[in-house]
Protein backbone atom coordinates (compact mmCIF):
# COMPACT_ATOMS: atom_id res chain seq x y z
CA UNK A 1 0.00 0.00 0.00
CA UNK A 2 1.05 3.60 -1.32
CA UNK A 3 1.44 6.19 1.40
CA UNK A 4 0.67 10.01 0.04
CA UNK A 5 0.38 12.97 2.86
CA UNK A 6 -2.10 14.98 1.60
CA UNK A 7 -0.64 18.67 2.84
CA UNK A 8 1.21 21.39 1.03
CA UNK A 9 2.99 22.12 4.12
CA UNK A 10 6.38 21.72 2.78
CA UNK A 11 8.00 21.32 6.32
CA UNK A 12 5.84 18.33 7.23
CA UNK A 13 6.33 16.79 3.80
CA UNK A 14 10.11 16.56 4.59
CA UNK A 15 10.08 15.36 7.64
CA UNK A 16 7.98 12.17 6.93
CA UNK A 17 9.86 11.97 3.64
CA UNK A 18 13.23 11.03 5.99
CA UNK A 19 11.32 8.12 7.61
CA UNK A 20 10.82 6.62 4.16
CA UNK A 21 6.88 6.86 4.52
CA UNK A 22 6.17 9.05 1.24
CA UNK A 23 5.44 7.65 -1.87
CA UNK A 24 3.41 11.03 -2.93
CA UNK A 25 1.93 14.12 -1.87
CA UNK A 26 -1.74 15.30 -2.45
CA UNK A 27 -2.89 19.04 -2.26
CA UNK A 28 -6.14 20.63 -3.61
CA UNK A 29 -7.14 24.37 -3.26
CA UNK A 30 -7.89 24.50 0.30
CA UNK A 31 -4.41 22.99 1.19
CA UNK A 32 -2.87 25.80 -1.16
CA UNK A 33 -5.25 28.66 0.69
CA UNK A 34 -3.57 26.70 3.97
CA UNK A 35 -0.19 27.14 2.68
CA UNK A 36 -0.25 30.80 2.15
CA UNK A 37 2.02 30.32 -0.57
CA UNK A 38 1.65 30.74 -4.47
CA UNK A 39 0.22 27.26 -6.14
CA UNK A 40 3.68 26.73 -8.65
CA UNK A 41 5.77 27.70 -6.63
CA UNK A 42 4.75 25.09 -3.50
CA UNK A 43 3.96 22.57 -6.11
CA UNK A 44 7.31 22.90 -7.34
CA UNK A 45 9.39 22.59 -4.03
CA UNK A 46 7.18 19.55 -3.14
CA UNK A 47 8.36 17.97 -6.31
CA UNK A 48 12.07 19.01 -5.44
CA UNK A 49 11.55 16.58 -2.49
CA UNK A 50 9.38 13.89 -3.37
CA UNK A 51 9.88 11.97 -5.96
CA UNK A 52 6.50 9.82 -6.52
CA UNK A 53 3.51 11.38 -7.84
CA UNK A 54 2.69 14.89 -6.61
CA UNK A 55 -1.18 16.01 -7.13
CA UNK A 56 -1.62 19.42 -8.22
CA UNK A 57 -5.59 20.52 -8.65
CA UNK A 58 -7.23 22.62 -11.58
CA UNK A 59 -8.60 25.84 -11.03
CA UNK A 60 -11.18 25.84 -13.88
CA UNK A 61 -14.38 24.27 -14.41
CA UNK A 62 -14.81 23.52 -18.23
CA UNK A 63 -12.66 21.28 -20.05
CA UNK A 64 -10.59 22.99 -22.18
CA UNK A 65 -9.02 25.35 -19.38
CA UNK A 66 -8.64 22.41 -17.47
CA UNK A 67 -6.55 20.92 -20.10
CA UNK A 68 -4.33 24.23 -20.35
CA UNK A 69 -4.12 24.23 -16.78
CA UNK A 70 -2.95 20.64 -16.88
CA UNK A 71 -0.56 21.30 -19.53
CA UNK A 72 1.08 24.38 -17.59
CA UNK A 73 0.89 21.95 -14.30
CA UNK A 74 2.94 18.88 -15.73
CA UNK A 75 5.58 21.68 -16.84
CA UNK A 76 6.67 22.02 -13.25
CA UNK A 77 8.30 18.52 -13.07
CA UNK A 78 8.03 14.86 -14.31
CA UNK A 79 6.12 13.60 -10.78
CA UNK A 80 3.11 16.03 -11.77
CA UNK A 81 -0.53 14.18 -11.11
CA UNK A 82 -3.07 16.33 -12.77
CA UNK A 83 -6.14 16.17 -10.18
CA UNK A 84 -9.42 17.19 -11.89
CA UNK A 85 -13.21 17.06 -10.22
CA UNK A 86 -15.12 14.52 -11.14
CA UNK A 87 -17.48 16.48 -13.66
CA UNK A 88 -18.53 15.64 -17.15
CA UNK A 89 -15.94 18.38 -18.14
CA UNK A 90 -12.92 16.98 -15.55
CA UNK A 91 -13.52 13.20 -17.28
CA UNK A 92 -13.04 15.25 -20.75
CA UNK A 93 -9.95 16.51 -19.33
CA UNK A 94 -8.98 13.47 -17.98
CA UNK A 95 -9.24 11.34 -21.08
CA UNK A 96 -7.14 14.45 -23.22
CA UNK A 97 -3.86 14.71 -20.72
CA UNK A 98 -4.22 10.83 -19.73
CA UNK A 99 -3.55 10.26 -24.12
CA UNK A 100 -1.17 12.65 -23.88
CA UNK A 101 0.66 10.48 -21.40
CA UNK A 102 -0.02 12.26 -17.85
CA UNK A 103 -0.59 10.85 -14.39
CA UNK A 104 -4.69 12.03 -13.77
CA UNK A 105 -6.08 12.10 -10.19
CA UNK A 106 -10.00 12.48 -10.55
CA UNK A 107 -10.92 14.10 -7.64
CA UNK A 108 -14.31 14.39 -5.39
CA UNK A 109 -15.79 11.19 -6.21
CA UNK A 110 -18.30 10.17 -3.74
CA UNK A 111 -20.07 7.31 -5.93
CA UNK A 112 -19.19 3.64 -7.49
CA UNK A 113 -20.45 5.23 -10.67
CA UNK A 114 -18.15 7.96 -10.83
CA UNK A 115 -15.36 5.85 -9.84
CA UNK A 116 -16.54 3.57 -13.30
CA UNK A 117 -16.82 6.55 -15.36
CA UNK A 118 -13.31 7.55 -13.90
CA UNK A 119 -11.10 4.64 -14.88
CA UNK A 120 -12.60 4.25 -18.39
CA UNK A 121 -11.77 8.20 -19.05
CA UNK A 122 -8.21 6.96 -18.04
CA UNK A 123 -7.44 8.07 -14.73
CA UNK A 124 -4.00 7.09 -13.62
CA UNK A 125 -6.05 7.41 -9.67
CA UNK A 126 -9.57 7.67 -8.02
CA UNK A 127 -10.29 9.59 -5.24
CA UNK A 128 -13.02 8.79 -3.20
CA UNK A 129 -13.34 10.66 0.05
CA UNK A 130 -14.07 8.55 3.17
CA UNK A 131 -14.44 11.37 5.77
CA UNK A 132 -17.01 13.40 3.92
CA UNK A 133 -19.60 10.20 3.67
CA UNK A 134 -18.82 9.52 6.93
CA UNK A 135 -20.09 13.34 8.02
CA UNK A 136 -23.30 12.72 6.19
CA UNK A 137 -23.76 8.95 8.19
CA UNK A 138 -23.00 6.95 4.72
CA UNK A 139 -20.00 4.60 4.90
CA UNK A 140 -17.08 5.86 2.92
CA UNK A 141 -15.32 2.38 3.74
CA UNK A 142 -18.25 0.39 1.57
CA UNK A 143 -17.38 2.75 -1.51
CA UNK A 144 -14.19 1.80 -1.22
CA UNK A 145 -14.78 -2.13 -0.96
CA UNK A 146 -17.19 -1.51 -3.90
CA UNK A 147 -14.87 0.28 -6.16
CA UNK A 148 -12.17 -1.96 -5.60
CA UNK A 149 -14.79 -4.67 -6.86
CA UNK A 150 -15.56 -3.06 -9.58
CA UNK A 151 -12.14 -2.75 -10.90
CA UNK A 152 -10.91 -6.17 -10.14
CA UNK A 153 -13.97 -7.39 -11.92
CA UNK A 154 -12.62 -5.88 -15.20
CA UNK A 155 -9.27 -5.22 -14.58
CA UNK A 156 -9.14 -1.90 -14.51
CA UNK A 157 -5.88 -0.24 -13.39
CA UNK A 158 -6.99 2.90 -12.27
CA UNK A 159 -5.86 3.13 -8.55
CA UNK A 160 -7.62 3.59 -5.60
CA UNK A 161 -6.22 6.61 -3.53
CA UNK A 162 -8.14 6.54 -0.56
CA UNK A 163 -8.44 10.12 0.63
CA UNK A 164 -10.64 12.47 3.39
CA UNK A 165 -8.99 10.21 5.60
CA UNK A 166 -9.49 11.37 9.26
CA UNK A 167 -8.57 8.47 11.56
CA UNK A 168 -5.84 5.68 11.86
CA UNK A 169 -8.72 3.38 11.67
CA UNK A 170 -9.93 4.65 8.32
CA UNK A 171 -5.97 3.84 6.89
CA UNK A 172 -6.20 -0.22 8.29
CA UNK A 173 -9.80 -0.29 7.34
CA UNK A 174 -8.47 0.69 3.49
CA UNK A 175 -5.53 -1.77 4.19
CA UNK A 176 -7.80 -4.60 4.72
CA UNK A 177 -10.04 -3.77 1.11
CA UNK A 178 -6.88 -3.10 -0.61
CA UNK A 179 -6.69 0.41 -1.76
CA UNK A 180 -4.00 0.83 -4.14
CA UNK A 181 -2.83 3.98 -1.84
CA UNK A 182 -4.17 6.11 0.99
CA UNK A 183 -3.70 10.04 1.30
CA UNK A 184 -4.12 11.21 4.93
CA UNK A 185 -2.80 14.50 7.00
CA UNK A 186 0.85 14.25 8.53
CA UNK A 187 -1.18 14.22 11.22
CA UNK A 188 -2.92 11.21 11.00
CA UNK A 189 0.04 9.25 9.93
CA UNK A 190 1.59 9.61 12.89
CA UNK A 191 -0.97 8.40 14.68
CA UNK A 192 -0.59 5.38 13.28
CA UNK A 193 2.36 4.39 15.67
CA UNK A 194 0.72 5.11 18.84
CA UNK A 195 -0.34 1.69 20.69
CA UNK A 196 -0.97 1.81 25.19
CA UNK A 197 0.59 -1.28 25.20
CA UNK A 198 4.10 -0.10 23.50
CA UNK A 199 3.93 2.89 26.03
CA UNK A 200 3.53 1.18 28.58
CA UNK A 201 6.22 -1.84 28.17
CA UNK A 202 8.88 1.11 26.80
CA UNK A 203 8.78 2.38 30.29
CA UNK A 204 8.99 -0.88 32.46
CA UNK A 205 11.96 -1.36 29.93
CA UNK A 206 13.11 2.24 30.59
CA UNK A 207 12.65 1.58 34.47
CA UNK A 208 15.26 -2.01 34.23
CA UNK A 209 17.73 -0.23 31.90
CA UNK A 210 17.97 2.01 34.76
CA UNK A 211 18.21 0.55 37.78
CA UNK A 212 20.52 -2.21 36.25
CA UNK A 213 22.51 0.56 34.37
CA UNK A 214 22.16 -1.15 31.07
CA UNK A 215 24.66 0.81 28.40
CA UNK A 216 25.51 0.16 25.11
CA UNK A 217 27.24 3.03 23.51
O1 LIG B 1 -7.33 15.70 -0.77
C1 LIG B 1 -8.66 15.74 -0.52
C2 LIG B 1 -9.15 15.15 0.78
O2 LIG B 1 -8.23 14.30 1.35
C3 LIG B 1 -9.83 16.12 1.67
O3 LIG B 1 -9.99 15.67 2.99
O4 LIG B 1 -10.63 15.99 5.35
O5 LIG B 1 -10.94 17.88 3.70
O6 LIG B 1 -12.42 15.87 3.64
P1 LIG B 1 -11.07 16.40 3.97
Not at 84 to 97: M, Q, R, S
Not at 192 to 208: N, Q, R, Y
Request: net charge negative; hydrophobic share 45%.
Amino acid sequence: MKFFVDTADVAAIAELNETGMVDGVTTNPSLIKKSGRDILEVTREICSIVSGPVSAEVTATDAETMVAEGRKLVEIAGNIAVKVPLTWDGLKACKVLSAEGHMVNVTLCFSANQALLAAKAGATFISPFIGRLDDINLDGMELIQDIRTIYDNYGFETQILAASIRTANHIVDCARIGADVITAPPAVIKAMVTHPLTDKGLEVFLADIKSAGIKIV
